[in-house]
Every structure is written in C-alpha cells, then in structure tokens.
C-alpha cells in the first residue's frame, strides 16, 4: 500500500530531542518545541523538585490546582505535591480554582495577574487547569515565568498542544498557546483517576482513527492543510491500541502509561500542525452536537471521551462506506445551494434557539463556499478515485477492528453505557447533523456536497455500528 506519510515517529519521552531531530529532518525545517523534559513512570512526581530548581532564576512557585480532591495511590495527591514543593525552600504561592470551574478568558486573566518575575507555575490537573496555566504564560508580559505540568488525567492532549482551547464571551475557541517547559506523567497519579475519566482518555485518543483522515480528506479538498508529521507522531500508538497490545489493554500503570502516550503523541500532532484538526474531525463534533442537545433532551452532559471514542466507529462506517461502497464514477460534481443547506442548519439547530442556528450556519458557510471555489479540484479527486482512497485509507482503521480494539480496553461500546446514559436515537441525532455546525470539512460533508449523505444513509450506518457492537459484545 503506498505510505503516504513517509516513516512514522514514535517518540521516546526519555529522549525528547533526539524527538525533535527526527520531526525536523523529515519535516525539512526546525520543528523543536519549547517543552523540555517529560518525566514518565510510577514515580515521577519524585522529579518535581528538580524540575522546578533546574530553571534560571526562579524565585518563587506557584502552585495552580482545582479544589478537587485527588489521590495518588492512597496518598492525598496535593498534600503531597505541596510537601515536594516546601522541601525547595522557595516562597510558595497557591492559587485555587473551584471544581467546576472552566477554561475562561476571566480564569486565565486572574491567573495571569498574579504572576511575577521569576515564578515557576506548578499546574496539578487535568485540560481545564493546564490549559488555563499554558495560557496565563503565554498571555502574561513577563520574560521569566516557567510552567511545569503535573498531569492528573489521561483525557486530553493538553499537555503537549502548543493549544489551548479558551472560552471568550460564552464561546469555545481554540488558540495559539504556550507549551509547559517540563511535564510529569506519573503513573500511579494516572492509574487513579476514576474510570470513567481514564475510559474517556481512550476514547479522546481511539478518534485520530477518523480525526486523521477527515484532516487528510479537507486539505485534498483544498479546504485546508494537511501536515503530514502530524500522521507520523499520532499513528505508531493508534496503530498498538488497534493491535490490542497489551499495554493498552493490561490496565493499571501500564496501560496509564500507554495511554499517556498516545495521548502526548496526539498533542505533538496538534502542535506540529497548528490546529486541532489531527486530532479532531468529524467524531468531535458528533460529541458537540450531543452537548448541544443535552439539555433539550433532558440529561446531563456526557463523558467528552467516550462519546468521541463510539462516534469515531460511525465516522470510520462512513468512510467505509465511501471508499468501498459508493458509486462516484462519472459524477459531475455541482456547488451546493447556500440556501439549502442553510435552511438544513435551521432545520437542526432552530429549535435549540435563532442564535446557535446563526452560529453554526456562520461557520458552515465556509465550507459552502469553500467547496464551490475548489470544485476543479474535488472533481479531480473524483475522477482519480483509486488515488483519492490510496492516500485516505493508511489512515484509516477497520470499523469491527477499531470496536474490538475499544472493547478490550474497557471502553463503553454502547452510548447507553457512555455516562450519563444516551438513548441511541440521540446518538443518531448527532451523527446526522454534526456536520452543520463547523466549518471543517469531514467525511460527512464530502459525502453530502456529492449527494449521498441523506438521514437514511445516517441510519443505515448506525444500524451497521449497532451490528458491529452487538457482535463484539457477544464475543464475535
Ligand atoms: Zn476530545
């Protein structure tokens, strides 16, 4: 099969630079990041001193955590932290957000004002407090101010995006951040979070499975680009939890250490590519749409992981179903009608108010008219189609392969089962609309722009996934 990646990178934490050598000399230019050191095992916390005092000049630490109480092992995580941190010697200053609190514009102000020259923030949690420490670095005017990451959970690629994604005036927007200069990846801290929260890492790292291939497909569109170091670094621990080795399926700290990586691996991918896109298609926005519903549906918001690890089995039956199944031969490609698809979006999204219909509808244009500009070029891959799948399918995983490979971890494979319960006609409901609310090109926008995503294609394909599921479950 022609590789269209040209040798994957599988990355040594031990060796980040060697890391950095390979990306750059295949990548033909300096792609070093600014994070320095990852510290992996069951007793990396230990190295939190050192990788405090080994920066120039630091005066003081800052200790940035939620109020959520977290463990380590049996130990009381922070207590414990707070310990390391006083055997420095160093003015320790904490700051504590509440428990439920979010990735604000407000949030990282407050963070950022607080610092001052010389400071070395010390970040315990998980997306929300990393994310809000990476950026009060970043956004704060000061030369001198470190940031060493403690990770407390395997559910984000947080740690290593140069991303962070910052909600401004009650709308999520993903940003251009800073990446923490030493990360600690302790395993006993991750082999205890809770298990929903640990199967939502799986789930948030199974999704380059579809994630890949929508960014791949969009950049062949000429709706965006495509970099292909980003497939290279994510692909080598997608391709071992496909395989089911068992680090991934062992449990423990050694699974929390596989994952860990995968998981890493998936934030370099973001970084090298500057966007989410590598790691984000398609099944994401699947998950928005279910958290968009939710309270019209009247249940809770459900696990951000899990949703997006079943939602990429239906991306990966949608590309199936391109790739194997449709019939594109001799089709002229047409633009589609703005007024149609808008009235889509409204038709979707209406009920749930004029102002999120607006929205989606803004950034869905995009893709409209983005088609359009570039229909020469889609006819193309149209008329090449044995080109167009070559380059899509390294990317891609078999649907049956990819639910048993979630299974063996533990993950849920019903969404009845995905906390806090979604009825599958929900599920559905997503999948069938998802696609009207971003403006990123996925497998369900070329299939609609070129006539084939209908509501019964959508069923049909979830009638396929509950096959496939049905059929793992029982042993098959
Ligand atoms: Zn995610």
Redesign the pocket.
């Known amino acids: 099969m022609l590789d269209p990646l040209g040798g994957e990178i599988r990355f040594d934490p031990s060796d980040l630079d060697g890391f950095y050598r390979e990306v750059s000399r295949t990548s033909g230019r300096d792609r070093t990041l600014s994070l320095r050191r990852i510290h992996v095992g069951e007793g990396a916390l230990e190295e939190l001193p050192s990788a405090v005092a080994r920066f120039d000049g630091v005066r003081r630490v800052v200790l940035f955590a939620d109020a959520t109480p977290m463990v380590r092992g049996a130990a009381d995580l922070k207590a414990e932290v707070a310990a390391l941190l006083d055997a420095l010697g160093l003015p320790l200053h904490r700051v504590t957000i509440p428990a439920d609190a979010h990735t604000t514009a407000e949030e990282v102000a407050s963070l950022s004002a607080q610092l001052s020259e010389g400071d070395a923030v010390v970040s315990v949690g998980s997306g929300t407090v990393t994310d809000i420490a990476k950026h009060a670095t970043h956004t704060s005017d000061l030369l001198s101010v470190h940031h060493v990451a403690v990770a407390t959970a395997n559910s984000?690629g947080a740690y290593t995006s140069e991303l962070a994604v910052v909600t401004t005036r009650g709308v999520k927007r993903t940003t251009p951040s800073r990446l923490p200069d030493e990360l600690i990846l302790d395993t006993q801290i991750l082999a205890s979070t809770p298990r929903d929260i640990a199967l939502g890492g799986v789930g948030?790292a199974g999704?380059g499975w579809g994630s890949l291939a929508d960014y791949r497909l969009a950049a062949l569109c000429g709706l965006g680009t495509w970099e292909p170091t980003s497939g290279r670094v994510f692909l080598p621990g997608l391709k071992g939890f496909l395989a089911r080795e068992s680090a991934f399926t062992t449990g423990g700290t050694t699974t929390a250490e596989a994952m860990a990586l995968t998981l890493c691996a998936a934030g370099f991918a973001m970084s090298f590519a500057g966007e989410s896109a590598p790691a984000?298609g398609l099944e994401?926005v699947t998950s928005h749409v279910l958290d968009m519903t939710a309270e019209r549906d009247g249940r809770p918001i459900g696990n951000?992981?899990e949703q997006?690890g079943l939602a990429t089995a239906l991306s990966l039956l949608a590309y199936d179903y391109l790739l194997n199944e449709a019939d594109l031969a001799g089709l002229t490609l047409t633009a589609p009608d703005p007024n149609e698809v808008r009235a889509e979006v409204e038709q979707a999204f209406g009920p749930l108010g004029e102002l999120v219909a607006d929205e989606c509808w803004n950034d869905v244009a995009v893709k409209v008219d983005g088609w359009a500009e570039n229909l020469d070029r889609i006819q193309r891959l149209v008329d090449d189609w044995p080109g167009t799948r070559s380059r899509l399918a390294p990317l891609l995983a078999d649907p049956l392969e990819y639910l048993r490979a979630l299974h063996a971890t533990g993950h849920p494979l019903r969404f009845e089962d995905v906390e806090p319960g979604i009825p599958d006609e929900q599920a559905l409901f997503a999948f069938t609309h998802a696609r009207l609310m971003r403006k990123r090109l996925s497998v369900a926008d070329f299939l609609a722009f070129t006539g084939l995503w209908t509501p019964q294609l959508a069923r049909t394909l979830f009638e396929r996934f509950v096959n496939l599921r049905d059929r793992v479950l029982s042993g098959g």
């Open positions: 984000v948030d999704v984000s994401h951000h992981g997006c």
